[in-house]
Protein backbone atom coordinates (compact mmCIF):
# COMPACT_ATOMS: atom_id res chain seq x y z
CA UNK A 1 0.00 0.00 0.00
CA UNK A 2 1.23 3.29 -0.84
CA UNK A 3 2.56 5.70 2.21
CA UNK A 4 3.53 8.54 3.00
CA UNK A 5 7.67 8.60 2.64
CA UNK A 6 10.17 10.07 5.23
CA UNK A 7 13.46 11.14 4.44
CA UNK A 8 16.48 9.67 5.71
CA UNK A 9 17.91 10.37 8.87
CA UNK A 10 19.73 14.05 8.49
CA UNK A 11 23.44 14.36 9.98
CA UNK A 12 23.67 16.03 13.39
CA UNK A 13 25.71 18.87 13.51
CA UNK A 14 28.15 19.59 16.49
CA UNK A 15 27.59 21.18 19.11
CA UNK A 16 29.15 24.92 18.78
CA UNK A 17 28.02 24.97 14.67
CA UNK A 18 24.23 24.03 16.24
CA UNK A 19 24.65 26.84 18.91
CA UNK A 20 25.38 29.10 16.02
CA UNK A 21 22.94 28.25 13.90
CA UNK A 22 20.36 28.30 16.92
CA UNK A 23 21.19 32.21 17.65
CA UNK A 24 21.10 32.89 14.06
CA UNK A 25 17.83 31.46 13.78
CA UNK A 26 16.96 33.23 16.81
CA UNK A 27 18.14 36.77 16.04
CA UNK A 28 16.27 36.35 12.35
CA UNK A 29 12.62 35.52 14.16
CA UNK A 30 13.31 38.45 16.39
CA UNK A 31 14.14 40.76 13.76
CA UNK A 32 10.98 39.49 11.79
CA UNK A 33 9.10 40.22 14.81
CA UNK A 34 9.84 43.27 14.96
CA UNK A 35 9.32 44.48 11.32
CA UNK A 36 6.07 42.77 11.81
CA UNK A 37 5.20 45.25 14.71
CA UNK A 38 6.67 47.89 12.81
CA UNK A 39 4.81 47.53 9.34
CA UNK A 40 1.47 46.88 10.98
CA UNK A 41 1.08 50.00 13.10
CA UNK A 42 0.27 52.16 10.07
CA UNK A 43 -2.58 49.76 9.50
CA UNK A 44 -4.16 51.22 12.98
CA UNK A 45 -4.04 55.02 11.94
CA UNK A 46 -7.15 57.29 11.44
CA UNK A 47 -7.82 58.57 8.34
CA UNK A 48 -7.41 62.14 8.02
CA UNK A 49 -8.80 63.72 4.87
CA UNK A 50 -6.54 64.59 2.04
CA UNK A 51 -3.59 62.50 3.85
CA UNK A 52 -4.26 59.68 1.65
CA UNK A 53 -1.73 60.55 -1.50
CA UNK A 54 1.08 58.10 -2.54
CA UNK A 55 4.59 58.69 -3.03
CA UNK A 56 6.67 57.52 -5.92
CA UNK A 57 9.54 58.25 -4.36
CA UNK A 58 12.12 55.56 -4.40
CA UNK A 59 12.67 55.93 -0.97
CA UNK A 60 9.22 55.33 0.46
CA UNK A 61 9.01 51.83 -1.64
CA UNK A 62 10.90 49.58 0.44
CA UNK A 63 8.29 50.26 3.44
CA UNK A 64 5.48 49.72 0.77
CA UNK A 65 7.01 46.54 0.40
CA UNK A 66 6.29 45.07 3.04
CA UNK A 67 2.91 46.67 3.53
CA UNK A 68 2.11 45.04 0.67
CA UNK A 69 3.83 41.57 1.72
CA UNK A 70 1.91 41.39 5.42
CA UNK A 71 -1.25 41.73 3.35
CA UNK A 72 -0.57 39.03 1.06
CA UNK A 73 0.96 36.61 4.13
CA UNK A 74 -2.59 36.94 6.19
CA UNK A 75 -4.90 36.56 2.77
CA UNK A 76 -2.74 33.74 2.15
CA UNK A 77 -3.62 32.26 5.80
CA UNK A 78 -7.51 32.80 5.49
CA UNK A 79 -7.34 31.16 1.81
CA UNK A 80 -5.57 28.39 3.77
CA UNK A 81 -8.02 27.97 6.27
CA UNK A 82 -11.11 28.78 4.12
CA UNK A 83 -9.71 26.17 1.55
CA UNK A 84 -9.44 23.31 3.99
CA UNK A 85 -13.07 24.04 5.59
CA UNK A 86 -14.77 24.70 2.16
CA UNK A 87 -13.07 21.81 0.44
CA UNK A 88 -13.95 19.12 2.97
CA UNK A 89 -17.31 19.91 3.39
CA UNK A 90 -17.62 19.35 -0.92
CA UNK A 91 -15.99 16.38 -0.47
CA UNK A 92 -18.00 14.95 2.44
CA UNK A 93 -21.58 16.35 1.99
CA UNK A 94 -23.64 14.88 -1.22
CA UNK A 95 -26.04 17.53 -0.34
CA UNK A 96 -23.48 20.39 0.07
CA UNK A 97 -21.50 19.67 -2.65
CA UNK A 98 -24.48 20.63 -4.73
CA UNK A 99 -24.24 23.91 -3.43
CA UNK A 100 -20.82 24.55 -2.47
CA UNK A 101 -19.55 23.60 -6.22
CA UNK A 102 -21.39 25.90 -8.22
CA UNK A 103 -21.17 28.31 -5.67
CA UNK A 104 -17.34 28.35 -5.84
CA UNK A 105 -17.73 28.44 -9.53
CA UNK A 106 -19.46 31.87 -9.27
CA UNK A 107 -16.81 33.24 -6.26
CA UNK A 108 -14.28 32.29 -8.53
CA UNK A 109 -15.75 33.66 -11.63
CA UNK A 110 -16.44 37.43 -9.85
CA UNK A 111 -13.65 39.68 -10.49
CA UNK A 112 -12.04 41.77 -7.71
CA UNK A 113 -13.88 44.52 -8.56
CA UNK A 114 -17.26 42.81 -8.07
CA UNK A 115 -16.45 42.21 -4.24
CA UNK A 116 -15.07 46.16 -4.05
CA UNK A 117 -18.62 47.10 -5.00
CA UNK A 118 -20.30 45.04 -2.00
CA UNK A 119 -17.29 44.74 0.86
CA UNK A 120 -15.96 48.36 1.03
CA UNK A 121 -18.37 50.05 2.68
CA UNK A 122 -18.99 46.89 5.19
CA UNK A 123 -15.68 46.88 6.33
CA UNK A 124 -15.41 50.69 6.86
CA UNK A 125 -18.85 50.76 8.88
CA UNK A 126 -17.08 48.02 10.77
CA UNK A 127 -13.97 50.63 11.66
CA UNK A 128 -15.11 54.18 10.93
CA UNK A 129 -12.62 56.45 10.71
CA UNK A 130 -9.50 54.11 10.26
CA UNK A 131 -7.47 51.95 8.61
CA UNK A 132 -8.24 49.09 9.75
CA UNK A 133 -11.38 48.81 7.83
CA UNK A 134 -9.70 50.16 4.38
CA UNK A 135 -6.54 47.30 5.31
CA UNK A 136 -9.12 44.73 6.12
CA UNK A 137 -10.97 45.09 2.53
CA UNK A 138 -7.84 45.42 1.21
CA UNK A 139 -7.01 41.48 2.54
CA UNK A 140 -9.98 40.52 1.78
CA UNK A 141 -10.30 41.74 -1.69
CA UNK A 142 -6.45 39.94 -2.13
CA UNK A 143 -8.18 36.77 -0.65
CA UNK A 144 -10.67 36.27 -3.21
CA UNK A 145 -7.60 36.17 -5.81
CA UNK A 146 -6.13 33.41 -3.81
CA UNK A 147 -8.76 31.09 -2.47
CA UNK A 148 -10.49 29.49 -5.16
CA UNK A 149 -7.86 27.12 -6.44
CA UNK A 150 -6.45 26.46 -3.26
CA UNK A 151 -10.20 24.67 -2.97
CA UNK A 152 -10.47 23.17 -5.96
CA UNK A 153 -7.28 21.87 -5.11
CA UNK A 154 -7.82 20.54 -2.05
CA UNK A 155 -11.47 19.63 -3.38
CA UNK A 156 -10.16 17.18 -5.69
CA UNK A 157 -7.52 15.58 -3.57
CA UNK A 158 -10.33 14.32 -1.23
CA UNK A 159 -12.30 12.98 -3.98
CA UNK A 160 -9.16 10.95 -5.46
CA UNK A 161 -8.00 9.66 -2.46
CA UNK A 162 -7.33 6.34 -3.17
CA UNK A 163 -9.64 3.51 -0.69
CA UNK A 164 -6.41 2.25 0.83
CA UNK A 165 -6.78 5.36 3.22
CA UNK A 166 -10.61 4.75 4.49
CA UNK A 167 -9.41 0.87 5.11
CA UNK A 168 -6.40 2.01 7.53
CA UNK A 169 -8.02 4.96 9.04
CA UNK A 170 -11.36 2.61 9.98
CA UNK A 171 -8.42 -0.10 10.92
CA UNK A 172 -6.79 2.38 13.66
CA UNK A 173 -10.00 3.51 14.83
CA UNK A 174 -9.06 7.08 14.01
CA UNK A 175 -11.08 9.81 15.26
CA UNK A 176 -12.66 11.89 11.97
CA UNK A 177 -10.40 15.21 13.69
CA UNK A 178 -7.19 12.74 13.15
CA UNK A 179 -8.08 11.44 9.77
CA UNK A 180 -8.31 14.64 8.76
CA UNK A 181 -4.74 15.88 9.27
CA UNK A 182 -3.27 13.10 9.55
CA UNK A 183 -4.27 11.37 6.35
CA UNK A 184 -6.41 14.01 4.30
CA UNK A 185 -4.69 16.92 4.68
CA UNK A 186 -0.79 15.23 3.93
CA UNK A 187 -2.53 13.21 1.08
CA UNK A 188 -3.40 16.92 -0.42
CA UNK A 189 -0.26 18.53 0.47
CA UNK A 190 1.45 18.82 -2.63
CA UNK A 191 -0.98 20.10 -4.66
CA UNK A 192 -2.01 22.76 -1.84
CA UNK A 193 1.11 24.02 -1.49
CA UNK A 194 1.66 24.58 -5.54
CA UNK A 195 -1.17 26.11 -5.66
CA UNK A 196 -0.46 28.25 -2.49
CA UNK A 197 2.25 29.90 -4.72
CA UNK A 198 -0.04 30.13 -7.39
CA UNK A 199 -2.20 31.69 -5.00
CA UNK A 200 -0.65 34.44 -4.24
CA UNK A 201 1.53 35.26 -7.65
CA UNK A 202 -2.70 35.38 -8.88
CA UNK A 203 -2.97 37.92 -5.43
CA UNK A 204 -0.05 40.05 -7.52
CA UNK A 205 -1.96 40.65 -10.38
CA UNK A 206 -4.67 42.41 -8.56
CA UNK A 207 -2.82 43.96 -6.42
CA UNK A 208 -3.39 47.40 -7.83
CA UNK A 209 -6.89 46.95 -7.49
CA UNK A 210 -6.93 45.27 -4.19
CA UNK A 211 -4.54 48.31 -2.26
CA UNK A 212 -7.19 51.54 -4.35
CA UNK A 213 -10.15 51.16 -1.90
CA UNK A 214 -12.80 53.97 -2.62
CA UNK A 215 -15.98 54.41 -1.11
CA UNK A 216 -18.90 56.95 -1.68
CA UNK A 217 -16.83 59.37 -3.77
CA UNK A 218 -13.79 59.06 -1.34
CA UNK A 219 -10.68 57.61 -2.17
CA UNK A 220 -8.42 55.68 0.53
CA UNK A 221 -5.31 54.31 -1.40
CA UNK A 222 -3.37 52.09 0.65
CA UNK A 223 0.56 52.06 0.98
CA UNK A 224 1.98 49.48 -1.44
CA UNK A 225 3.43 47.97 -4.16
CA UNK A 226 0.12 48.11 -6.28
CA UNK A 227 -0.52 51.75 -5.48
CA UNK A 228 2.99 52.39 -6.13
CA UNK A 229 2.69 51.21 -9.48
CA UNK A 230 -0.66 53.23 -10.20
CA UNK A 231 0.43 56.49 -9.16
CA UNK A 232 3.31 56.26 -11.22
CA UNK A 233 1.33 54.79 -14.05
CA UNK A 234 -1.23 57.45 -13.68
CA UNK A 235 1.27 60.74 -13.80
CA UNK A 236 3.13 58.58 -16.85
CA UNK A 237 6.52 57.97 -14.93
CA UNK A 238 8.25 55.08 -16.22
CA UNK A 239 10.86 55.22 -14.18
CA UNK A 240 8.72 54.46 -11.22
CA UNK A 241 7.12 51.54 -12.63
CA UNK A 242 10.44 50.36 -13.63
CA UNK A 243 11.22 50.43 -9.95
CA UNK A 244 7.98 48.81 -9.10
CA UNK A 245 9.19 46.26 -11.33
CA UNK A 246 12.67 45.49 -9.95
CA UNK A 247 11.40 45.48 -6.71
CA UNK A 248 8.72 42.89 -7.27
CA UNK A 249 10.59 40.91 -8.68
CA UNK A 250 13.12 40.87 -5.44
CA UNK A 251 10.09 40.47 -3.37
CA UNK A 252 9.35 37.04 -5.43
CA UNK A 253 12.65 35.54 -5.47
CA UNK A 254 13.08 36.75 -1.57
CA UNK A 255 9.86 34.99 -1.05
CA UNK A 256 10.42 31.76 -3.19
CA UNK A 257 13.62 31.44 -1.32
CA UNK A 258 12.75 32.05 2.29
CA UNK A 259 8.91 30.70 1.84
CA UNK A 260 8.03 28.53 -1.10
CA UNK A 261 11.39 26.78 -2.04
CA UNK A 262 11.43 25.09 1.65
CA UNK A 263 7.45 24.48 1.53
CA UNK A 264 7.82 22.44 -1.55
CA UNK A 265 10.71 20.43 -0.39
CA UNK A 266 8.96 19.66 3.08
CA UNK A 267 5.98 18.47 0.99
CA UNK A 268 8.03 16.07 -0.84
CA UNK A 269 7.27 13.88 2.28
CA UNK A 270 3.97 13.08 1.72
CA UNK A 271 4.41 11.72 -1.94
CA UNK A 272 2.83 8.48 -1.99
CA UNK A 273 5.11 6.20 -3.10
CA UNK A 274 6.79 2.42 -1.89
CA UNK A 275 10.52 3.67 -3.45
CA UNK A 276 12.00 7.01 -3.07
CA UNK A 277 13.54 9.09 -5.70
CA UNK A 278 17.74 9.37 -5.36
CA UNK A 279 17.39 12.68 -6.35
CA UNK A 280 14.65 14.79 -4.45
CA UNK A 281 13.97 18.82 -4.14
CA UNK A 282 16.38 20.45 -1.56
CA UNK A 283 16.56 23.82 0.53
CA UNK A 284 19.11 25.59 2.38
CA UNK A 285 17.07 26.88 4.47
CA UNK A 286 15.33 23.95 5.14
CA UNK A 287 17.87 22.50 5.87
CA UNK A 288 19.28 24.54 8.39
CA UNK A 289 15.86 24.70 10.18
CA UNK A 290 16.23 20.89 10.51
CA UNK A 291 19.48 21.17 12.08
CA UNK A 292 18.37 23.75 14.64
CA UNK A 293 17.03 22.85 17.97
CA UNK A 294 14.13 25.67 17.75
CA UNK A 295 11.87 23.65 15.44
CA UNK A 296 12.16 20.50 18.51
CA UNK A 297 11.22 22.76 20.99
CA UNK A 298 8.24 24.17 18.71
CA UNK A 299 7.21 20.62 18.13
CA UNK A 300 6.76 19.48 21.14
CA UNK A 301 4.67 22.42 22.06
CA UNK A 302 2.67 21.79 18.78
CA UNK A 303 2.39 18.48 20.10
CA UNK A 304 0.93 19.16 23.55
CA UNK A 305 -1.61 21.65 21.52
CA UNK A 306 -2.61 19.18 19.29
CA UNK A 307 -2.99 16.35 21.85
CA UNK A 308 -5.32 18.36 23.68
CA UNK A 309 -6.89 19.81 20.83
CA UNK A 310 -7.35 15.65 19.47
CA UNK A 311 -9.39 14.94 22.45
CA UNK A 312 -11.68 17.97 22.52
CA UNK A 313 -12.49 17.33 19.04
CA UNK A 314 -13.11 13.47 19.66
CA UNK A 315 -16.69 14.19 19.73
CA UNK A 316 -16.85 14.22 16.20
CA UNK A 317 -16.64 10.27 16.63
CA UNK A 318 -14.05 8.18 15.02
CA UNK A 319 -13.74 7.09 11.35
CA UNK A 320 -15.15 3.31 11.97
CA UNK A 321 -17.30 3.43 8.59
CA UNK A 322 -16.38 5.12 5.19
CA UNK A 323 -17.18 9.32 5.04
CA UNK A 324 -18.96 8.56 1.95
CA UNK A 325 -20.28 11.81 0.41
CA UNK A 326 -23.98 10.17 0.68
CA UNK A 327 -25.77 12.07 3.77
CA UNK A 328 -28.68 10.46 5.84
CA UNK A 329 -31.86 11.35 6.04
CA UNK A 330 -33.52 10.01 2.55
CA UNK A 331 -35.70 10.99 -0.06
CA UNK A 332 -37.72 13.11 1.83
CA UNK A 333 -35.08 15.06 3.40
CA UNK A 334 -33.31 15.40 0.03
CA UNK A 335 -36.39 17.05 -1.42
CA UNK A 336 -36.90 19.84 1.63
CA UNK A 337 -33.18 20.65 1.11
CA UNK A 338 -33.99 21.03 -2.67
CA UNK A 339 -36.65 23.22 -1.88
CA UNK A 340 -34.64 25.53 0.61
CA UNK A 341 -31.89 26.24 -1.89
CA UNK A 342 -34.16 26.75 -4.91
CA UNK A 343 -36.33 29.14 -2.77
CA UNK A 344 -32.92 31.08 -1.10
CA UNK A 345 -31.50 31.29 -4.85
CA UNK A 346 -34.72 32.42 -6.70
CA UNK A 347 -35.23 35.20 -4.31
CA UNK A 348 -31.64 36.32 -4.48
CA UNK A 349 -31.83 36.08 -8.04
CA UNK A 350 -35.58 38.01 -8.12
CA UNK A 351 -33.39 41.29 -5.30
CA UNK A 352 -30.59 41.13 -8.37
CA UNK A 353 -33.13 41.06 -11.57
CA UNK A 354 -35.57 43.58 -10.11
CA UNK A 355 -32.42 45.91 -9.01
CA UNK A 356 -30.63 46.25 -11.98
CA UNK A 357 -33.64 46.33 -14.33
CA UNK A 358 -35.29 49.16 -12.40
CA UNK A 359 -32.32 50.87 -12.19
CA UNK A 360 -30.75 50.36 -15.51
CA UNK A 361 -33.16 48.61 -17.74
CA UNK A 362 -33.71 44.36 -18.87
CA UNK A 363 -31.28 45.47 -22.25
CA UNK A 364 -28.25 45.42 -19.58
CA UNK A 365 -28.36 41.74 -19.54
CA UNK A 366 -28.49 41.28 -23.58
CA UNK A 367 -26.16 43.92 -23.58
CA UNK A 368 -23.46 41.37 -21.20
CA UNK A 369 -24.32 38.52 -22.77
CA UNK A 370 -22.89 39.58 -26.50
CA UNK A 371 -20.19 41.35 -25.04
CA UNK A 372 -19.77 38.24 -22.89
CA UNK A 373 -19.41 35.21 -25.74
CA UNK A 374 -16.73 37.93 -27.02
CA UNK A 375 -14.70 37.19 -23.85
CA UNK A 376 -15.94 33.45 -23.80
CA UNK A 377 -14.02 32.84 -27.10
CA UNK A 378 -10.96 34.69 -25.54
CA UNK A 379 -11.06 32.38 -23.27
CA UNK A 380 -11.07 29.31 -24.38
CA UNK A 381 -8.39 30.18 -27.23
CA UNK A 382 -6.07 31.08 -24.14
CA UNK A 383 -6.96 27.88 -22.03
CA UNK A 384 -6.14 25.59 -25.46
CA UNK A 385 -3.16 27.16 -25.98
CA UNK A 386 -1.86 27.18 -22.70
CA UNK A 387 -2.74 23.81 -22.71
CA UNK A 388 -0.52 23.05 -25.80
CA UNK A 389 2.71 25.29 -24.53
CA UNK A 390 2.43 24.42 -20.56
CA UNK A 391 1.46 20.80 -20.15
CA UNK A 392 4.61 19.44 -21.82
CA UNK A 393 6.59 21.95 -20.02
CA UNK A 394 5.17 21.34 -16.83
CA UNK A 395 5.60 17.28 -17.06
CA UNK A 396 9.03 17.96 -17.60
CA UNK A 397 10.01 20.14 -14.79
CA UNK A 398 7.31 18.02 -12.09
CA UNK A 399 9.41 15.00 -13.43
CA UNK A 400 13.26 16.28 -12.78
CA UNK A 401 14.02 17.51 -8.87
CA UNK A 402 17.44 19.30 -10.13
CA UNK A 403 15.42 20.88 -12.94
CA UNK A 404 12.69 22.18 -10.75
CA UNK A 405 15.27 23.73 -8.44
CA UNK A 406 16.25 25.66 -10.86
CA UNK A 407 13.40 26.23 -13.00
CA UNK A 408 11.00 27.19 -9.73
CA UNK A 409 12.47 30.57 -9.25
CA UNK A 410 12.05 31.24 -12.62
CA UNK A 411 8.51 30.09 -13.46
CA UNK A 412 7.31 31.68 -9.78
CA UNK A 413 8.69 35.19 -11.03
CA UNK A 414 7.02 34.99 -14.02
CA UNK A 415 3.71 33.85 -12.22
CA UNK A 416 3.94 36.20 -9.27
CA UNK A 417 5.07 39.57 -11.69
CA UNK A 418 1.42 41.41 -11.88
CA UNK A 419 1.50 41.64 -15.68
CA UNK A 420 -0.89 44.79 -15.30
CA UNK A 421 2.55 46.27 -14.67
CA UNK A 422 3.81 45.56 -18.31
CA UNK A 423 0.30 47.02 -19.95
CA UNK A 424 1.60 50.71 -20.26
CA UNK A 425 4.29 48.98 -22.47
CA UNK A 426 2.20 47.15 -23.97
CA UNK A 427 -0.19 50.04 -24.77
CA UNK A 428 2.96 51.78 -26.08
CA UNK A 429 3.39 48.46 -28.43
CA UNK A 430 -0.24 47.87 -30.00
CA UNK A 431 -0.27 52.08 -30.61
CA UNK A 432 3.31 51.85 -32.54
CA UNK A 433 2.03 48.36 -34.47
CA UNK A 434 -1.48 49.07 -35.32
CA UNK A 435 -2.71 45.75 -33.21
CA UNK A 436 -6.11 46.16 -32.06
CA UNK A 437 -6.87 45.23 -28.22
CA UNK A 438 -9.38 42.70 -29.33
CA UNK A 439 -6.76 40.38 -30.43
CA UNK A 440 -4.02 41.60 -28.04
CA UNK A 441 -6.03 41.25 -25.21
CA UNK A 442 -5.76 37.70 -25.19
CA UNK A 443 -2.06 38.13 -24.23
CA UNK A 444 -2.53 40.19 -21.71
CA UNK A 445 -5.18 37.76 -19.85
CA UNK A 446 -2.52 34.87 -20.79
CA UNK A 447 0.02 36.67 -18.74
CA UNK A 448 -2.13 36.27 -15.34
CA UNK A 449 -3.76 33.29 -16.03
CA UNK A 450 -1.78 30.62 -17.76
CA UNK A 451 -0.09 30.16 -15.13
CA UNK A 452 -2.41 27.86 -13.15
CA UNK A 453 -2.20 24.91 -15.14
CA UNK A 454 1.89 25.20 -15.39
CA UNK A 455 1.77 24.93 -11.60
CA UNK A 456 -0.72 22.34 -11.19
CA UNK A 457 1.34 20.26 -14.07
CA UNK A 458 4.43 20.66 -11.62
CA UNK A 459 2.28 19.50 -9.23
CA UNK A 460 0.29 16.78 -10.56
CA UNK A 461 3.64 15.23 -12.41
CA UNK A 462 5.72 15.68 -8.94
CA UNK A 463 2.72 13.31 -7.39
CA UNK A 464 3.54 10.46 -9.81
CA UNK A 465 5.17 7.60 -7.74
CA UNK A 466 8.73 6.97 -8.08
CA UNK A 467 8.30 3.05 -8.34
CA UNK A 468 5.69 3.91 -11.03
CA UNK A 469 8.55 5.54 -13.34
CA UNK A 470 10.80 3.58 -12.91
CA UNK A 471 8.70 0.31 -13.91
CA UNK A 472 8.35 2.38 -17.09
CA UNK A 473 11.79 2.71 -17.46
CA UNK A 474 12.57 -0.92 -16.80
CA UNK A 475 10.27 -2.04 -19.15
CA UNK A 476 11.56 0.90 -22.00
CA UNK A 477 7.85 2.72 -22.50
CA UNK A 478 8.53 5.97 -24.13
CA UNK A 479 7.07 8.14 -25.72
CA UNK A 480 3.04 8.47 -26.67
CA UNK A 481 2.94 5.28 -24.87
CA UNK A 482 4.07 6.92 -21.48
CA UNK A 483 2.20 9.79 -21.91
CA UNK A 484 -0.94 7.79 -22.17
CA UNK A 485 -0.14 5.19 -19.70
CA UNK A 486 1.40 7.27 -16.87
CA UNK A 487 1.79 10.37 -17.48
CA UNK A 488 -1.49 11.65 -18.59
CA UNK A 489 -3.37 9.50 -15.91
CA UNK A 490 -1.20 10.82 -13.51
CA UNK A 491 -1.64 14.47 -14.00
CA UNK A 492 -5.16 14.70 -15.43
CA UNK A 493 -6.53 15.55 -11.26
CA UNK A 494 -4.62 18.21 -11.39
CA UNK A 495 -4.52 19.58 -14.98
CA UNK A 496 -8.62 19.70 -13.93
CA UNK A 497 -8.38 22.00 -11.69
CA UNK A 498 -5.38 23.93 -13.33
CA UNK A 499 -7.69 24.39 -16.36
CA UNK A 500 -10.71 25.64 -14.36
CA UNK A 501 -9.14 27.95 -12.23
CA UNK A 502 -7.12 29.16 -15.36
CA UNK A 503 -10.60 29.73 -17.05
CA UNK A 504 -12.00 31.76 -13.64
CA UNK A 505 -8.74 33.69 -13.89
CA UNK A 506 -8.97 34.54 -17.27
CA UNK A 507 -12.62 35.39 -16.93
CA UNK A 508 -11.11 37.94 -14.18
CA UNK A 509 -7.89 39.19 -16.05
CA UNK A 510 -10.37 40.46 -18.71
CA UNK A 511 -11.56 43.22 -16.11
CA UNK A 512 -7.96 44.95 -16.79
CA UNK A 513 -6.90 43.19 -19.94
CA UNK A 514 -9.71 44.54 -22.04
CA UNK A 515 -9.62 48.28 -21.49
CA UNK A 516 -5.83 49.93 -20.78
CA UNK A 517 -4.74 53.36 -20.41
CA UNK A 518 -1.63 55.29 -20.40
CA UNK A 519 -0.97 58.50 -20.20
CA UNK A 520 -4.06 59.95 -22.06
CA UNK A 521 -4.50 57.22 -24.38
CA UNK A 522 -7.19 54.37 -23.85
CA UNK A 523 -7.14 51.23 -25.76
CA UNK A 524 -10.31 49.20 -25.09
CA UNK A 525 -11.43 45.58 -26.47
CA UNK A 526 -15.00 44.50 -27.29
CA UNK A 527 -15.80 42.22 -24.35
CA UNK A 528 -17.47 41.76 -20.73
CA UNK A 529 -14.39 42.66 -18.94
CA UNK A 530 -13.99 45.94 -20.43
CA UNK A 531 -17.95 46.55 -19.91
CA UNK A 532 -17.79 46.03 -16.16
CA UNK A 533 -14.21 48.13 -15.69
CA UNK A 534 -16.35 51.09 -17.44
CA UNK A 535 -19.11 50.64 -15.23
CA UNK A 536 -17.09 50.50 -11.93
CA UNK A 537 -15.59 53.52 -12.93
CA UNK A 538 -18.25 55.62 -14.11
CA UNK A 539 -20.40 57.74 -11.69
CA UNK A 540 -23.89 58.13 -13.01
CA UNK A 541 -26.89 56.55 -10.60
CA UNK A 542 -26.64 53.01 -13.03
CA UNK A 543 -22.93 52.15 -12.65
CA UNK A 544 -23.39 49.89 -9.97
CA UNK A 545 -26.49 48.23 -11.44
CA UNK A 546 -24.07 47.69 -14.70
CA UNK A 547 -21.61 46.26 -12.37
CA UNK A 548 -23.81 43.90 -10.75
CA UNK A 549 -25.60 42.80 -14.28
CA UNK A 550 -22.10 42.22 -16.00
CA UNK A 551 -20.61 40.56 -12.82
CA UNK A 552 -24.01 38.09 -12.97
CA UNK A 553 -23.58 37.00 -16.75
CA UNK A 554 -19.59 36.19 -16.16
CA UNK A 555 -20.86 34.11 -13.42
CA UNK A 556 -23.67 32.58 -15.77
CA UNK A 557 -20.71 31.83 -18.09
CA UNK A 558 -18.45 30.58 -15.79
CA UNK A 559 -20.74 28.20 -14.01
CA UNK A 560 -22.38 26.99 -17.18
CA UNK A 561 -18.87 26.24 -18.90
CA UNK A 562 -17.98 24.39 -15.32
CA UNK A 563 -20.76 22.23 -15.20
CA UNK A 564 -20.99 21.37 -18.68
CA UNK A 565 -16.97 20.64 -19.31
CA UNK A 566 -14.78 20.78 -16.13
CA UNK A 567 -17.27 18.85 -13.69
CA UNK A 568 -17.46 15.79 -15.80
CA UNK A 569 -13.95 15.66 -16.05
CA UNK A 570 -13.66 15.88 -12.31
CA UNK A 571 -16.32 12.78 -12.73
CA UNK A 572 -13.59 11.19 -14.68
CA UNK A 573 -11.05 11.70 -12.21
CA UNK A 574 -12.66 10.23 -9.99
CA UNK A 575 -13.92 7.49 -11.41
CA UNK A 576 -10.51 6.48 -13.46
CA UNK A 577 -7.59 8.11 -11.97
CA UNK A 578 -7.49 7.67 -8.33
CA UNK A 579 -3.95 6.14 -7.25
CA UNK A 580 -5.68 2.89 -5.89
Do not use: C
Request: glycine share 8%; aromatic share 12%; hydrophobic share 50%.
Amino acid sequence: MAMPRTFPQRVTLGRPKQSALDVLIGAAVIVALYSLIRVGRGATLTIVPGSTQISTRAIDLPYYAARSLLRMFIALAASTAFSLGYGYAAARSRRLEKVLLPLLDILQSVPVLGFLVVIVSFFLSLFPNSYVGVELASIFAIFTAQAWNMTFSFYHSLITLPHEFDELSRSLRLTRWMRFWKIEVPAGAIGLVWNGMMSMAGAWFFLSASEAISSNGHSYPLPGVGSYAAAAIARGDLRGVGLAIATMGVLVVGVNFFFWRPLTAWAERFKMEQSESADRQRSVLLEMLQQSRWPQLAGRARRKVAGSLGRAMAVLGRDDEPLAAAAPGGRAADVAFVVLVGAVTAFGLWRLVSYTVSHSGLGVYATALGLGFLTFLRVAFLVAVSTLIWVPVGVRIGESPRLARTAQPVVQVLASFPANFLFPFATLLFIHTGISLNFGAVLLMALGSQWYILFNTIAGAMAIPTDLREAMDNLRVTGWQRWRRLIIPGIFPFYVTGAITASGGAWNASIVAEIVTFRDRTLTAKGLGAYIAQAFSATDPGHVARVLAGVAVMSLYVVGVNRLVWRPLYGLAERRYKLD
